[in-house]
């Protein structure tokens, strides 16, 4: 689905708001039909990223290339881009039917045209029938929608969303992310969207620029941040993580041994960054982590006694203190009513060697 | 219990309404409408006649000062709003810190005495004055140009005078306009041209009625500067209506003249009504916009309206691309909107024009000479002590003061409680309370202050108390004027804050009165302070009405002013303005600063 053709390129870029930096050494490039979330904080920089590739801010430094061209300081109605705005920023003043075709009226389009082109786009976002409704007299998904046909009534190179599902209730928003999903499907639209939401980004996105602290920190797909966080930062802002501190005993050949604070020893595979006698943080999902029987083993094994235990429906969580002092936590899905085990008791908590990964600190 | 019970519930929980409605009802409507029967009653008789009205427009002279009226109001309305437009555009549009700073170059002009503007002007615009006086010296005319006594002087004086007033009401408005709808309409393809014609505009226009509508009513019942720098052919309506009281005594004659004014008030703002809603004068957007429904007239006029904004966008565009072409703006470095530094020049000229003027004042105040005159021949305090030894300026600045502080406590106690009840309780009819309780604001003032004056003659002499030339009757009749302000403000204030506290409170065990002492009073006490401090510059720089209440007794330092300003211009005035300027600056500042820490405050929390 990922084409080659390459519609964004961004190099080192940087901004600051006075003495406040908002963004800084940002670069990725976009291809054609790629969803790309910026996810990340509030003040991560996120957003300044979205108005400056909008045209909406100029940057301090660096290039914006659109569609092959430089765009850097280009006006952002020349840019062809599309932007769906957080409150979706439909004119109040206008129809639906008004709205949609502001951008083609723009563009000197003939009206008999933008008759048609209308109605396509509005059959598309499958409200066929609300072209002469005021904007305010649409539900909040309906906007969203009319917001989105707005942009892609005039076929822009890409489209800009920021926090486009922020305004919703939480079910709404759910049916709204598949609907946007499905239609950059279908249609081979190209996406940059920008969320600080870490759930929304992963069900959407092809890939994910995670930024935190006016820098990106990691770009790669959901899997990939999931499974591989370069960072604590990364590991610990998307899903949930089990982070204790470890100092390097050996390492090279692709793999390394830590030993935990509790003086466990942990395998792990590593890159070659990782020194002996270095301070580090491993991280294991709570998903991996299983309570062993008294007889088994596993690759990494670490003992603690018996916290909480919590049952969310379709998974129980079970927390742990270790003896240094941290809580981790181990999920496993629900299978009945939990029996034998209760606070206080002593457990083994296991893992495979390749679900730790290894973090500089 | 049913729907009309709860209502009528609701209406018990409305009491602290009631002063204000006695009040009001009392010293405003009562009055206003007294005034009104007079005007088509046969003395004394109760039966209906015409004849006041058939005098009025038998005469071609009343007939010609009203069409004056309209057409000085109609222009002055024309060059408040088109002049105003660029300021309060930008207010609205920059950072929240450059509109608080700019907002006081705006707030002190408004809240300055028209009268102390308008001295202002005279000592500009008059044959010795500051720009003859510079053109001369730079070689461009050879005699004086007359500059006012004429059309030209008025409409600068009105302009001048109401612009600041049209500039707040449009920023109301503008200020509710989303700030990503020219962004949006930046990034669909609109240059600015296009998305400010197309798409901002129309979405101020509300703002742009209610401010015109504002200045317009403000601007039929004004005298002082028609008065003063305006000649024999700009007499307007107010002007006859205080020689028929003041000179003729002729009631029922100016209760016609003012009938009148109001009715010429009334149908405009009715018109207004019909096309824009009221809401909007509370800074709302309207309710009723678009193409969508409607009759085919509305739909005709806001098709040709779209056009219309649509062709004078294109043009604008044609005009930015004509320029790009010569001065191209290429994607590589980093371009300066000169649009926005235009606007920032304009913006900047017209507060000049707003703000500048008055401190002319000050130092024709330390002249040397005994007449006004442009350059001031310094440096002498003559006329500073002229003011501090006579009795009559002396008497007239302790009378205003104490009056001030009076009426602006007696507007808290009657104002104050009611804007708690419209603020928090759902009551029917309350777009009704509201438009009753900012009405004196609305009717104008001159009205109010003939039918004051009667009233007070009639109903002083049936219960035997003088209100006629005496404080008691400047003070209610400023609380009349200063309610709605102090309404306004303390509304404001309480919008903001979290009644979640007041819940809180309750359920720690404080009953309502130690609440409201213990925790809303503290905590809104800056708005409050505000709200009086307000009330008490309406009533310092009110004209109007101590020119017929204070019968010449009980003079108020406006007033003196005033009579001073009718015998001859002088520096004595200029030595009075001054001191009014710093007190007024002084006080304006206090009670901004104020407000701004109570709407920071209370919603903080």
Request: with cysteine.
């Given at each position: ?91 109040p003043h206008m129809t639906v039917h008004e709205n949609i075709a502001f951008p083609l009226r723009m563009r000197r389009m003939a009206e008999s045209k933008i008759r048609d082109e209308v109605q396509r786009v509005l059959d598309i976002v499958r409200l066929p029938h609300v072209a002469d409704r005021l904007p305010r007299a649409l539900s909040g998904g309906q906007q969203q929608r009319i917001a989105l046909a707005r942009c892609m009534v005039y076929r822009p190179s890409i489209i800009l969303m920021d926090e486009p599902l922020g305004a919703l209730d939480k079910k709404l928003r759910d049916q709204m992310q598949l609907e946007i999903k499905q239609l950059h499907t279908e249609l081979g639209i190209t996406i940059l969207y920008v969320t600080h939401d870490q759930e929304e980004a992963m069900i959407m996105s092809d890939r994910i620029c995670l930024m935190n602290d006016a820098r990106i920190e990691q770009l790669g797909t959901p899997a990939d941040l999931y499974f591989k966080p370069r960072t604590v930062f990364a590991a610990d802002f998307l899903g949930e993580s089990n982070l204790l501190d470890g100092v390097v005993q050996s390492a090279g050949h692709g793999r390394a041994t830590v030993k935990s604070a509790g003086d466990a020893v942990i395998k792990a595979p590593a890159a070659d960054v990782f020194a002996v006698g270095q301070a580090v943080k491993f991280m294991v999902r709570p998903e991996r982590l299983r309570l062993l029987d008294p007889v088994e083993s596993a690759d990494n094994v670490i003992e603690g006694t018996l916290d909480q235990i919590i049952m969310v429906g379709g998974v129980t969580k079970y927390y742990v203190r270790l003896p240094t002092g941290p809580v981790v936590s181990a ?31 | ?605």
């Open positions: 689905m990922t084409g080659t053709t390459e519609k964004l390129r961004v190099r080192d870029l940087r901004k600051t708001f006075g003495q406040v930096v908002a963004l800084t050494d940002a670069q990725f490039d976009l291809a054609e039909g790629e969803f790309l979330t910026l996810l990340g904080p509030s003040g991560s920089g996120k957003t300044t990223m979205l108005m400056i590739i909008a045209g909406l801010i100029q940057p301090d430094k660096g290039e914006v290339w659109i569609d092959g061209k430089l765009a850097t300081f280009a006006p952002s109605y020349k840019r062809d881009i599309g932007m769906v705005f957080q409150n979706y920023a439909l004119f999920t496993r899905l629900t299978r009945g009513p939990v029996t034998g085990l209760e606070r206080g008791t002593r457990v083994r908590l296991g893992w495979p060697a390749d679900s730790t990964v290894l973090l500089p600190t | 219990m049913t729907a009309a019970g709860r209502r009528f519930g609701a209406w018990r929980a409305a009491w602290p309404l009631l002063p204000v409605l006695i009040f009001l009802g009392f010293f405003f409507l009562y009055p206003v409408g007294q005034l009104l029967w007079l005007s088509v009653e046969i003395k004394g008789t109760g039966a209906l006649t015409a004849m006041h009205y058939q005098r009025l427009f038998a005469s071609t002279l009343y007939v010609k000062v009203l069409q004056i009226t309209l057409e000085t109001s109609a222009w002055c309305t024309f060059f408040s709003i088109v002049g105003g437009y660029p300021v309060a555009y930008l207010l609205a549009t920059t950072s929240e810190r450059r509109r608080n700073n700019l907002m006081l170059w705006i707030l002190l002009p408004f809240w300055t005495s028209f009268l102390v503007r308008t001295f202002a002007w005279i000592v500009l615009l008059g044959r010795n004055g500051a720009i003859n006086g510079w053109l001369q010296a730079l070689g461009l005319t050879d005699e004086p140009l007359s500059l006012i006594y004429n059309f030209t002087g008025v409409m600068i004086g009105m302009t001048h005078a109401l612009m600041p007033l049209a500039i707040l009401t449009m920023v109301s408005v503008m200020e509710q306009i989303d700030a990503n709808l020219p962004k949006a309409a930046s990034t669909l393809g609109a240059r600015g041209g296009q998305a400010f014609w197309r798409i901002y505009f129309p979405l101020s226009l509300p703002g742009v009625a209610a401010g015109g509508l504002l200045v317009f009513i403000t601007a039929i019942g004004f005298f002082i500067t028609p008065a003063l720098l305006g000649g024999r052919l700009q007499t307007m309506i107010a002007q006859v209506i205080i020689t028929q009281v003041q000179d003729l005594m002729n009631w029922a004659f100016a209760g016609a003249v003012s009938v009148l004014l109001l009715v010429t008030a009334l149908v405009v703002f009715y018109l207004y009504d019909r096309a824009l809603g009221m809401s909007t004068l509370a800074g709302e957007t309207p309710s009723t916009q678009g193409g969508g429904g409607r009759n085919p007239i509305a739909r005709l006029s806001a098709w040709i309206g779209g056009h219309l904004l649509g062709a004078i966008g294109r043009l604008c565009d044609i005009v930015s691309e004509a320029y790009e072409r010569l001065v191209p703006r290429p994607a590589s470095r980093p371009t300066r909107e000169w649009s926005r530094g235009v606007l920032a020049f304009l913006v900047f000229l017209i507060i000049f024009f707003l703000a500048a003027p008055t401190f002319f004042i000050v130092p024709v105040s330390f002249t040397t000479d005994a007449f006004i005159e442009w350059p001031p021949k310094f440096f002498s305090l003559r006329w500073y002590d002229t003011v501090f030894v006579s009795p009559l300026w002396r008497e007239a600045i302790v009378r205003s003061l104490l009056v001030g502080v009076l009426s602006a406590s007696l507007a808290m106690v009657v104002g104050a409680p009611a804007a708690f009840v419209l603020v928090r309780q759902r009551i029917m009819g309350k777009t009704a309370l509201l438009a009753l309780v900012l009405s004196p604001l609305i009717i104008p003032r001159i009205i109010i202050a003939v039918a004051l004056f009667y009233f007070y003659a009639r109903f002083g002499a049936l219960i035997n108390v003088r209100f006629i030339g005496t404080s008691l009757g400047l003070v209610l009749g400023h609380a009349v004027l200063a309610i709605p302000y102090v309404v306004v403000t303390v509304m404001a204030v309480l919008k903001n804050y979290d009644e979640r506290l007041d819940q809180a409170a309750g359920s720690l065990g404080a009953n309502p009165v130690r609440t409201l002492w213990h925790v809303t009073i503290p905590l809104i006490r800056s708005g409050l302070i505000a709200a009086f401090l307000f009330a008490f510059i309406t009533s310092f720089d009110e004209l109007t009405i101590a020119l017929f209440v204070s019968g010449g007794l009980a003079t108020t330092l406006p007033k003196q002013m005033w009579d001073d300003a009718l015998l001859k211009v002088n520096p004595t005035l200029a030595a009075v303005s001054t001191i009014l300027l710093v007190f007024i600056t002084g006080m304006i500042l206090a009670a901004e600063y104020l407000r701004r820490r109570a709407l920071g405050r209370s919603s903080a929390a």
